[in-house]
Nanobody
Framework: VQLQASGGGLVQAEGSLRLSCAAS????????VGWFRQAPGKEREFVAA????????YYTDSVKGRFTISRDNAKNTMYLQMNSLKPEDTAVYYC?????????????????WGQGTLVTVSS
């Protein structure tokens, strides 16, 4: 599967952005998918994941209550709605997919990656 992330940009603190990840290739619903982010000088970190059906979602503590992950398997697309953004959310955001039914917070467990989209939150 090929992944294409989009939707990043510059936003003021407390603002909102919606990231999209479009998939092509094999059946999108066969993959558990997630979002990761990497800030300058830091390791890539888990943000959120969603099960193949979209029923189960998982978030890192720092984004709970502010970010919402979702997917539309009919459109082969995953989303990350980000509200109440903070300067510390500034990073390149990557979407990723894995064939396992079980979600993972570890980047090395994901088989496919999008190219990343930059989110910059100004104070």
């Amino acid at each position: 599967v090929q992944l294409q992330a989009s939707g990043g940009g510059l936003v003021q603190a407390e603002g909102s952005l919606r990231l999209s990840c479009a998939a092509s290739g094999r059946t999108f619903s066969a993959y558990s998918v997630g979002w990761f982010r990497q800030a300058p000088g830091k390791e890539r970190e888990f943000v959120a994941a969603i099960s193949r059906s979209g029923i189960m979602t998982y978030y890192t503590d720092s984004v709970k209550g502010r970010f919402t992950i979702s997917r539309d398997n009919a459109k082969n697309t995953m989303y990350l709605q980000m509200n109440s953004l903070k300067p510390e959310d500034t990073a390149v955001y990557y979407c990723a997919a894995r064939t396992s039914v079980v979600y993972s917070t570890r980047p090395q467990d994901y088989d496919y990656w999008g190219q990343g989209t930059l989110v910059t939150v100004s104070s």
